[in-house]
Structure formats: C-alpha cells, structure tokens
C-alpha cells in the first residue's frame, strides 16, 4: 500500500488523472509565510511599485481567485465581474474617491486572452484606461501581493483548503477582504483579521470595501486589520499539520510496547509552528521558496545546460542524428531479412546428409551433456566460493523489503522465511521447503527467526558441513550493527585459533536506564518484561516448569547476573555447529512448552506477550530472540562479544564468576537428549500430549527403537535382494541365458 501526501488540496485533483485513491491531503505548511517573509527581505515595496507603472499615492486593490491555470477568461472570472462590477464601477470610473485605484487581477495564466477579454470589460463598464490590469500565477505573483494595499478574494468557488494566496497576503501585512466560506470563517475572525462579504451581494461588497478606506488612503480599522491578520497567518494551519502529522504516523506505524511514546494525538495541544528552528535555514538560504519546486524543473534545467555544454564542444546534436520513420522501416526490413535467411539455411541444413560420427564420441558427448544438465543440489557459484571456509552465517528475513540489508558474499547466506520472496540470483536457503510447519502462517509468525533455524537445524548435513554456524537478522543491517568488514576478518581469525565452546555475538540488548546496583537499574529480566508486555518472567517460568515437569514449589526461573555484561539480541550470533544443535535441541523442547501455555488457554491463539495486534502476531519472537543468553549463560559457554565495527573482543560473563548461579543439571547434555530421545518415542508411537503437538513439526525425530527398526528395515531390504539374485541365478543355470533379439 502506498500513497501520495499533500500540503494542498490543489494538488490532489492535480494527480486524480493519474491515481484516484491513494491521496492524503495534511492541510498546513510553513512554506507560504516562509516564502512571504524571504520575498518581503530581498524586495520593497516602493521598487516594485516603480517597475511596474504605480505611484506610492495609487491605492491598489488586488482581486485573486482560483489557483487553477486556464488558457482562455474562465467561468469563475465572469461571475467574480458580476459581483465585483459595481465596486470597479464606482472607484475606477473616476477619481472622486479622494484618490487614483488601481485594479489588479491575479489569476490563471499571463496570455494574451485573459489581458484583452478584461479590457474588453473595462471599456464596457466605462473605467478609465490603465485602471484595470491582469497579472498571471506563472510570474511573480509574489511581488503583485507585495505591491497591493487590499486583496480581495474574488471567486465564487469553495475550497477545502484555506487559500495560500490570502495566507501570503496576511503575512505580507494587508488587509484582505473575502466571501464568508465556510474555510474562511473557521479560521479568520470578520471585523478582526479580515473582512467578511456574502458571496454574490455587490451591495455587501461596497460596504465591506468602504470600511477600509477613509479620504483616499487606508483606514485606522484598514492597518489593525492587517496587523492582526499578519500575527494570525504566521502559525493559522500549524495545529492542524501537526495534529495530521501524528495521527499518519500513528495509524502507520505500529509501535512495540516498550516504546514510550509522548501522548496520544487527542491530548496534543494547539501550538504554533517552531519558527526559531526555520529561522538559521532561512538566514542561511537566498533562494525564493516562494517558487514552485519541481523535479520536472530541476531535469529540464540539468538536459538544458547538458545541451549547452556539448554545444559549446562543438558536439551540437544535428537533426540528421535524430531518428525518423523512414530510418526504423530500414531497420525492420534488415531484420526481417536476417530472419528469412536464417531459417532457410537451418531448412538447408536439416535436408543435407550428416555423418554422426563414431559411437565412442557421440557417447562422450551425451555424458558431457548430462554433467551440464542443471540439477537441483548443484552447487552454485556462492557455494562453490564458501567451499574450505569455516563459518557461514545464515541471514534471516521475511520478505522482499528485507533484501537491501541483506550482504552478499562467501561469508553470509540468505535464508528465506517466505517461498515466495527469495532472491532470484542468490543462492538463499528456502526455510519453507526444509520445514513445512512454517507454511502455517501462524507459526511462521510466532517463531519468526527461530523457524529459520529449526529449518537450517533438520537434516543439517545437507546444507550445512562446516564446523561453525552463525546467524543475523536483516534488522541488524538496519539498526547499523551488522559486522563491518574488519570486524569480519576479526570473526574468522578468531574462530580458526578458538578452542571450546564460545559463543560470538555482535548485536547487544540494550540496557539503558540507570547504573548497576541502583533501584532503578534494568536487568535482564525487567528488559525482557518490557519487550514481552510484562509477562516475560511468568511465560519463562511456566513454559520452563512444564518442560521439566517440575512441582509448583520448586524455582522455576533461571537467575541471570545483575552486571554491566552485554547480552545478545537480534539473532546476531556465530558458535560450533556442534552447540547450535544441542541449543536447537534446548530450543525445540522450551518452544514446545510455551506453545502449550497458549494453546491450552480459553481463546484460541491468546497471547500476553504483546499489547497491540503486530506483537501478538509475533507472539514469541521477542521472548526467544533472548533464549540463546539463558541457555548459553548455564550451559557454560563462554560468550565473547565483539564490536560490530572496530573488531575489539570482550568476554561477558566470564564462566568462572558465574559457576555459583548456573542451573547446569537443567542444561546437561545428557539429560536434554535424554529428554529428546523420550518425546521423540512418544511421537513414534503416536502418543501425542495434546491435539496440536508443536514439538514433532519443529524438526527431525530420533530415538534408539527408529534406529533399531531402520537397522532391521535395511538388513530385510539386503536379504530380500540376495534371494531375488538367487533365484534370477538358478533361473538362468536351468534354462541357460537367452539374448533378446536385436530390434525388439
């Protein structure tokens, strides 16, 4: 889903020929007092006067209308004569108003069928000559509002949005007059920032008009007017592009529940744009804002001066160079020449006797053949490039949007979460087809990264046969703490001297908010809390109680150090291949008890784990992204963290000063396969604990009866070949060996 944001309303009927739905209109932009305030300090208003033909005794009304361009006197304008004629009528007709008016009209395009239609009306309504002017949008409109004394919103047309013309006028300090829109009375007060006329009333036009102007000049009531307006135009759409702003965001975006946020869009309150932190750019900048901005413009300037330049090389384009029709017709007939005489040739060919050859060749060719034949376990250039490493690290994402913070190279390999949107010239790993509860969509949802590594975890010895493994989020790339290229270098220096278990990580959990031994000092599982909507440690303890069906008055939750250490998240971890399996193994088992707690619940799919929809979509995700630190903290692995861009090692935890608070009987080894080896009886004999059992879909099941009943399988296929063979000899030895007939 995308979508177009305005400022304007303008601009969406602009677009509608080109999309009709996907618009939203935030009404609301500084850059119309921004570009009034940068226009009034480069120019004045006397200079402008003086260019253009006007005195500084001339009182110069300005009638503005719809900010749409027409080549030809619109409809708008005729009815706008209609009302505003008997104002022309009195104070251009002649000067007995105590003074020369001048009358501008700023509107669509500067062609010549607008400047003559309103003369035609001029001399028709029997004004004086040179009283009645028309100035189009496409110049500098900027300067007709500078040089005005009134504006007067002529058009008959309502709005939706407040009209930029007027919010530039105001700022520029002039009074301005308008009908009483709907738009216009939502914001601007009548009698105090503007005047206010029923639309089509000439009559309430004149007097709407007089209050302005007192012996020829502007009236004290004229000046106040103009001043309030001006205070008013510096902040009038600010709220509501604030307030538009927030709830865009809000409605997009969908926040986890540990992020704080500053309120809710409806406690927000009405303020005024912050002009302090506009002020440096608009000091720094001496361009007009005031221009309309284009990217059309910014290339046809870049093709124009490109011209320029090869002219002034002498490499001016000529129009011989440019191709025509008669020049494509050529082409097309050389083409279809060429083809004609291509396949007369192959008919030539296929016609004509052809000598195949000795057998012993055509024999080597068609073995050469079927070796170049693609075959699905094929090795590819990538695989071919990470033969003899000792680490690969599997980079895990969901989709499409995932690709840009993805690396390529011999050290990363893709690994998809979704079928349909692995890259098409990379040789990722398909999560999906290596284990098919993940086309559960609920389960690929609640496991996310931790699906990818079950999928890597079954069968491992068909993707993976190096002595190290490692995985990362695309999420890393994304918050810059994915390895740079010293710090991989670093990673495999260090893997080929390193002995025993180690875990390397390079994404830590942040833990802000207080120092170490203070109240209000974050710990692992206050963190873990947080991302977990407050029910991490009672989901961690349950699902690790009924795993290890442990009573309700034994400790059920593991402790974890209150130090400064760091702790893995994001997924961004390298260890021995031998130790992601046992941890998968862990994983598998605690996955499995955790999924009860939910699926035994009163409502289907019920999880606590998150406040809004998107978090109890991916319902575990949090939880287990911070597994691998409980397993690998009271299995006795050293964790070693490394600085994702200078390389720099550090050891966190180290095993010696936490042997005292390690629950290792719970992490042992053997008693983790023992476990493994019972649930995995349990499911051969289809004993199942529950309707839906997750644990049997989350990987291979093994246990010493399948290998005994594989064992049996194989020795009964091998007896059962020996007496086929047996028999087929004795066949032959009584009726002797006959040869088929050659051609049968």
């Given at each position: ?674 476990m493994d080896e019972d649930l995995a009886e349990a499911a051969d004999d289809d004993d199942h604990p529950r309707k ?53």
């Amino acid at each position: 889903m995308w979508f177009l944001n305005f400022y304007s309303f303008l601009y969406q009927m602009l677009y509608s020929l080109l999309d009709t739905g996907n618009f939203l209109v935030i009404p609301g932009s500084p850059v119309d007092v921004w570009g009034a305030e940068s226009y009034s300090k480069t120019h004045a208003k006397h200079q402008l006067r003086k260019d253009n033909g006007f005195s500084m005794d001339d009182i110069v009304v300005l009638i503005v209308g719809s900010s749409f361009f027409y080549d030809e006197l619109s409809w708008d304008y005729a009815v706008a004569m209609h009302t505003i004629g008997p104002l022309l009528m009195r104070y251009a007709r002649r000067n007995d108003a105590g003074g020369p008016f001048k009358f501008i009209f700023l509107s669509g395009n500067s062609t010549d069928g607008y400047n003559d239609a309103l003369q035609q009306v001029a001399s028709r309504l029997g004004l004086t000559q040179g009283s009645v002017r028309h100035y189009g949008l496409d110049g500098d409109a900027n300067g007709v509002l500078l040089m005005a004394d009134i504006v007067l919103y002529g058009s008959s047309q309502e709005e939706q949005g407040f009209p930029p013309l007027i919010i530039r006028a105001m700022t520029f300090g002039i009074p301005v007059i308008t009908p009483d829109f709907p738009i216009m009375k939502k914001y601007v007060v009548d009698g105090a920032h503007g005047v206010f006329f029923p639309k089509h009333h000439p009559d309430a036009l004149l007097r709407a008009f007089s209050l302005l102007i007192s012996n020829g000049r502007l009236s004290r009531f004229a000046q106040t007017v103009a001043s309030s307006g001006r205070l008013l135009a510096k902040n009038i759409l600010a709220s509501e592009c604030i307030t538009g702003y927030a709830s865009l965001l809000e409605n997009l975006l969908s926040f986890p529940s540990d992020v704080l946020l500053p309120a809710p869009v409806s406690e927000l309150q009405q303020g005024p744009w912050e002009w302090n932190l506009f002020r440096k750019e608009m000091e720094d900048t001496n361009d007009d804002v005031s221009g309309d901005f284009s990217v059309v413009y910014v290339l046809e300037e870049e093709f124009t001066k490109h011209i320029i330049d090869m002219s002034e090389n002498g490499t001016e384009i000529q129009d011989q160079d440019i191709l025509t029709e008669q020049d494509l017709n050529i082409v097309m007939e050389i083409e279809n020449f060429e083809d004609y005489e291509r396949l007369e040739m192959e008919e030539v060919n296929e016609r004509m006797e052809r000598n195949p050859g000795v057998w012993d060749e055509i024999y080597r060719n068609a073995r050469r053949s079927e070796k170049l034949k693609f075959e699905a376990n094929e090795r590819d250039e990538g695989e071919l490039e990470r033969t003899g490493q000792s680490v690969c690290i599997y980079e895990i994402y969901s989709g499409a949007g995932g690709w840009p913070f993805l690396h390529h190279g011999s050290l990363y390999r893709g690994l998809s979460l979704s079928r349909r949107a692995t890259r098409l010239r990379s040789d990722d790993v398909d999560a999906v087809g290596r284990l098919p509860v993940l086309n559960d969509t609920y389960y690929r949802d609640s496991l996310c990264e931790v699906g990818g590594m079950f999928s890597i975890a079954n069968r491992v010895d068909n993707i993976h046969k190096r002595p190290w493994i490692g995985f990362q989020s695309w999420r890393a790339a994304g918050r810059k703490v994915s390895l740079s290229t010293k710090a991989e270098k670093v990673l495999e220096e260090t893997i080929q001297g390193s002995k025993g278990d180690v875990m390397y990580f390079w994404a830590h959990l942040d833990v802000d908010g207080g120092g170490a031994g203070t109240n209000d000092a974050l710990t692992f599982w206050s963190i873990c809390d947080i991302l977990n909507a407050g029910h991490c440690r009672t989901a961690f303890e349950n699902a690790f109680r009924k795993m290890y069906i442990l009573s309700s008055d034994m400790e059920a939750l593991p402790p974890m150090p209150k130090d400064d250490g760091h702790w893995s998240a994001l997924h961004s971890w390298v260890m021995p291949t031998t130790s992601f399996l046992e941890f998968v193994m862990f994983s598998r088992m605690f996955v499995d008890s955790l999924d009860a707690l939910h699926t035994n619940t009163s409502e289907v799919n019920m999880c606590v784990l998150g406040f809004s929809d998107l978090e109890k979509k991916h319902c575990y995700c949090r939880l287990l992204e911070l597994l691998v630190n409980v397993w690998a903290y009271h299995s006795g692995r050293r964790m070693v963290y490394i600085e994702p861009h200078s390389g720099l090692l550090e050891e966190q935890h180290p095993v010696e000063q936490r042997k005292e608070f390690m629950w290792a009987r719970y992490f042992n080894f053997t008693l983790l396969k023992s476990m493994d080896e019972d649930l995995a009886e349990a499911a051969d004999d289809d004993d199942h604990p529950r309707k839906m059992w997750l644990w049997p879909l989350t990987g291979e099941v093994h246990w010493q009866g399948i290998y005994e009943r594989e064992r049996e399988e194989r020795y009964r296929a091998k007896m059962e070949k020996k007496r086929k063979t047996k028999e087929k000899l004795m066949e032959r030895m009584k009726n002797g060996y006959k040869q088929r007939s050659l051609g049968l």
